[in-house]
């Protein structure tokens, strides 16, 4: 593992700071996605990154991108996590359908795609999952049938974040069901405007509506809009799961979380005195400060063997499972922290260190589902990174 930063990379760093600080967006902690005016807002963010440079940074310049090497990436990443930069409108396009379209794409796909994901022009959702088909990703029903030059899609997705706000999706569908069931999937870029296509958001335990029901009745889809080829959609899924799974760590959410937790035990006094001060909260917080930097010590080792062409084997995987445990724990000590508090609603005066809290404890409860459950990434790591037999 290579851990030193070039003195250009440092100044890089230097300046994104700069930046960082005299243009990020107010009030950045409000990310529900079905307020009104979020969807804007989240937009003109991310053209506003674009334009500075520092978006997409590790992409080819042909398709938009800043061209520089992936630690380039990860200094944005870790520098917006610090900064407490609110989420970009087309997350999904840029942490899962982008990287895919690099790897499995047509050069056609490419050039139509990629530039509308950096600008966040075309919102992307991931259309995976299905009432029988989670965990069991390749039980998946929803059918493509290839009718000359496009295919008619029907069937239905589950869960897929943002798809109430989505251009188009990208999408598992069966094209063969008669073939074993990883070699029967193909991978479809759909328009969720088109004909057939009816959305249902789905409101969570937080009250916000991030994910919805997708179904598809006779649904044309542009063969064109294949991607990877006919029945290969398994193979070009899991890149875009190692993706999902392995930008967790390093996008540093629990970075942030951190640096606001120790914000919260400075803020909050018993007995006029700080709970930093309190031995109990400074080892529980030494604790989950030496687990973040454990994390983040994998994430590098994750980042050079990337750079040094080695695959990712099971790390990706050891991201996700620990910086969503992680996320947990943050979230778990800040609201002991508030103690009676920490249920309480947001307050006019406290936005951060309340109801905040309560909201970072039911999303990290999400993290160890989305991409793929803890059980599931333990079995993984498991069977293919102990060697371990397979479960009966
Ligand atoms: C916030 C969030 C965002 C999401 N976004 C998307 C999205 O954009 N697009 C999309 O397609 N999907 C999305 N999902 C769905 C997600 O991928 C699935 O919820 C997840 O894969 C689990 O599938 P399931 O819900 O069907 O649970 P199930 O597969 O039914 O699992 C239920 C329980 O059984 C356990 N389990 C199942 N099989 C095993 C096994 N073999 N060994 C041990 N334990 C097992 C699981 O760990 C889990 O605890 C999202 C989910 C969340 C929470």
């Known amino acids: 593992m290579d851990l030193s930063f070039t003195p250009e990379q440092q100044r890089y760093r230097r300046t994104l700071r700069q930046w960082l600080a005299a243009n990020l967006p107010e009030h950045p902690e409000e990310q ?25 940074v590790a992409w080819p310049r042909q398709y938009g991108g800043q061209g520089l090497a992936p630690i380039y990436q990860v200094i944005v990443n870790e520098e917006m996590a610090q900064a407490g930069a609110p989420r970009l409108a087309g997350e999904e396009g840029l942490l899962t359908l982008g990287p895919t379209l690099l790897a499995c794409g047509s050069e056609e796909q490419k050039r139509r795609y990629i530039p509308g994901i950096i600008s966040a022009e075309t919102i992307w959702t991931q259309g995976y999952s299905e009432p029988q088909a989670g965990s069991d990703l390749a039980s998946l029903t929803t059918r493509a049938e290839l009718a000359g030059d496009h295919f008619i899609v029907n069937g239905r997705k589950l869960w897929a974040s943002h798809a109430q706000i989505a251009d188009r999706m990208f999408a598992l569908v069966r094209t063969d069901p008669n073939r074993p069931k990883h070699q029967g999937i193909s991978y479809l870029l759909i328009d969720m405007r088109a004909p057939g296509v009816t959305v249902r958001p789905l409101v969570q335990i937080d009250g916000k509506r991030d994910f919805s029901e997708v179904t598809f009745r006779d649904v044309r889809v542009d063969k064109e809009d294949l991607v990877g080829g006919l029945n290969n959609g398994w193979k070009v899924a899991n890149s875009t799961l190692a993706n999902e799974r392995g930008n967790m760590g390093l996008n540093s959410a629990p970075l942030m ?16 005195r700080a709970l930093i001060e309190n031995p109990y909260f400074r080892h529980r917080i030494a604790q989950l400060q030496i687990e973040l930097e454990a994390l983040r010590l994998h994430s590098y080792r994750q980042l050079t063997n990337s750079i040094r062409g080695r695959t990712a084997g099971v790390d990706s995987m050891v991201t996700k499972l620990v910086g969503s445990q992680l996320a947990y724990e943050l979230a778990s000590a800040a609201m002991e922290m508030f103690g009676d508090y920490a249920m309480a609603e947001r307050d006019e005066h406290d936005i951060h260190l309340r109801g905040q809290w309560a909201q970072h404890l ?9 991409g793929g459950t803890s059980q599931i990434q333990k079995n993984i790591i498991a069977q293919r990174g102990l060697r371990m037999p397979r479960e009966r």
């Open 32 to 56: 529900d996605t079905a307020r009104p005016g979020w969807l804007e807002a989240a937009k003109a963010w991310q053209r506003k990154l674009l334009e500075a440079g520092y978006l997409a």
């Open 257 to 272: 979380a951190f640096a606001q937790l120790v914000q919260t035990a400075r803020n909050i006094k018993r007995q006029n």
């Open 362 to 370: 039911m999303t990290s409860i999400a993290f160890q589902i989305a």
